[in-house]
Structures are given as structure tokens and as C-alpha cells.
């Protein structure tokens, strides 16, 4: 049973571009939450999606936006990057018809942005 | 707003040692708290939880306690080995809600 899995690994960018990030829930799964994790930080919310829609939206600003698929797998798109966008990302899935904050992550995606 | 707070930032212990790492949260209607493990370059890895109903569980060498009127949380480690070190976040969250508010983090050392 595959658990959290997310791509790619690492990416690097530059100031200004986009970037696209995926996530695919554990099996059994539907709820995907993406966190961004700075470096010696706690992981923070950016926002949850379940029933393909954006449900809860933590302090991000618009560059921050995703996507869930019928497959309940998710995209984290990041527009106009910042330097300060340098982090990793992670995503953590919650079980069907379980609690949302029973959470499990996957290994995140570490972005540099020069 | 939601905030958490986590003490100490970094604690070493002896090999067979207790550890006791504690967090205190802002939102009254917090109620489901869980711990999660970092190794370095892995993923947070959910080693306990506490739904604020229940005041302590365990779980063999792991126990967490909750004292739901002071807003406090804390994770203790028995017979600590050196698996054991690592950072531990707490988290705190509404109950069906999804969004987990992370501390800040403890680098849990285990000197064999």
C-alpha cells in the first residue's frame, strides 16, 4: 500500500517564474493539505482540498493556488516567485470519511528559488 | 490569532533517560492534538494524538498529556535510545477541520 507520494523531489527556479507541484493521497485517502515548511520551522497551512474544492485557506497570498483531480490527487501552482518561496512543500492526505486532521504526510518537495 | 508554542527548542538527553517536551496553544476551540517525528530529509511521521476528551494516552514508550483548562499539551519519551533523536513538532487543530498549527520544533538529541 503506497503511502503519500509527491513530485518532484527538488526543483530549482528563478525569481518570477511558476512552478507546479503534485501530490497523490495514500490509497484510501480523498483530503489533500499542502504545508510549507521553511528551513528549521514548523510545517505551515496553506490550504486543504477535498471534494475537488479549496475548503480551508491558511495566510497565503493568491500566488499560492491548487487543484484537486476526480482521482483525489493535487496540484500546488506558485506564481510570480519569491526568494522567499524557498522551502520545502508538503502534502498530507486524510482518510475517506475520517477526520481531516488525522493527517499523513508525504516526503515534500524542497524548491529553491534564486 | 492561532498560534503554538513549543519548549525547548532543543534537548539532549542520556541514553535510557526520560524526555519531555511541552506546547501551549491560543485557540480555546482547539481539540485534536497531535506529534509528529522529522528525521533529517524525511517526512513528519505521526508517532501520537490526543482528541481533548481523553487527558493522557500512551503508547509503549510514548505518552502525551493534556490539560485542556491551561491550554497545555506535552510529549513524553521513556527509556529514550538514539532512534529517538530527531525533531518533534506539536500541532493543535479544530476538530474536522484539517488545518494543523504547527510549533516551532524540538531537536531531541540521545547521547548512546
Known amino acids: 500500500d503506497a503511502g503519500v507520494t509527491q513530485s518532484p523531489t527538488h526543483l530549482i527556479k528563478t525569481r518570477g517564474q511558476q512552478v507546479t507541484l503534485r501530490c497523490s493521497p495514500k490509497s484510501g485517502h480523498d483530503t489533500v493539505s499542502w504545508y510549507q515548511q521553511a528551513l528549521g520551522q514548523g510545517p505551515q497551512f496553506i490550504f486543504q482540498?477535498?471534494?475537488?474544492?479549496?475548503?480551508q485557506r491558511g495566510n497565503f497570498p493568491d500566488r499560492f493556488s491548487g487543484h484537486q483531480f476526480p482521482n483525489y490527487s493535487s496540484e500546488l501552482n506558485v506564481n510570480a516567485l519569491l526568494l522567499g518561496d524557498s522551502a520545502l512543500y508538503l502534502c498530507a492526505s486524510s482518510p475517506l470519511g475520517g477526520r481531516k486532521e488525522t493527517q499523513y504526510f508525504g516526503p515534500g518537495t524542497r524548491l529553491l528559488v534564486l | 490569532g492561532e498560534n503554538v508554542e513549543q519548549h525547548p527548542s532543543t534537548l539532549s538527553v542520556q541514553e535510557g533517560d526520560s524526555a519531555v517536551i511541552k506546547c501551549t496553544y491560543s485557540?480555546?476551540?482547539?481539540?485534536?492534538f497531535p506529534w509528529y517525528k522529522q528525521e533529517l530529509g524525511k517526512r513528519p511521521q505521526l508517532i501520537i494524538d490526543?482528541?481533548?476528551?481523553?487527558g493522557e494516552k500512551k503508547d509503549q514508550r510514548i505518552a502525551v498529556t493534556l490539560n485542556k483548562t491551561a491550554k497545555h499539551f506535552s510529549l513524553h519519551i521513556t527509556e529514550t535510545q538514539p532512534e529517538d533523536s530527531a525533531v518533534y513538532f506539536c500541532?493543535?487543530?479544530?476538530?474536522?477541520?484539517?488545518?494543523?498549527?504547527f510549533g516551532q520544533g524540538t531537536t531531541l538529541q540521545v547521547k548512546p
Open positions: 482540498y477535498y471534494e475537488e474544492e479549496e475548503r
Open positions: 490526543i482528541r481533548s476528551n481523553v
Open positions: 500541532a493543535a487543530a479544530e476538530s474536522n477541520t484539517g488545518k494543523l498549527i
Open positions: 485557540d480555546s476551540a482547539s481539540n485534536y
